[in-house]
């Protein structure tokens, strides 16, 4: 499966999969976007655009990802949270270093982000 920027507005876009919804704010009455360099990375093998200045987490979010990783003991499935790097929702592995708190990491080109399992381990 491969990861698209892009908004499904339900109004017939061609390009919105049905059951899938992606979410990134267009327009916002205070901040402003700069949209002007894509760049890509991989998330668990499968490669995904995002802007220049994204963060991990929102870049999986507006490619549809919504499960960042799983609980240690029940392994309930576990996404944003906080957003601010309080809690510990969204960590991940990213270019091999476990604990990554995507919510307020800076995605990189060629970055490689991967869903983390328990602790995670140092490779
Ligand atoms: S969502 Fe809470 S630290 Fe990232």
Known sequence: MKYYIRQCRRSGQT????????????????????????????????????????????????????VLGHSQELHRPRGFYCAIGNCSSCMMVVDGVPNVKTCVTEVKQGMKVETQVGKGVIK
């Open 15 to 66: 390009d919105c999969r049905e059951t899938e919804f992606f979410m990134r704010i267009e327009k916002h009455p205070i901040l402003s976007f700069d949209r002007s360099s894509k760049i890509t990375f991989t998330y668990n093998g499968e490669e995904i655009e995002a802007y220049e200045g994204d963060t991990i987490a929102a870049a999986l979010h507006a490619a549809g990802v919504r």
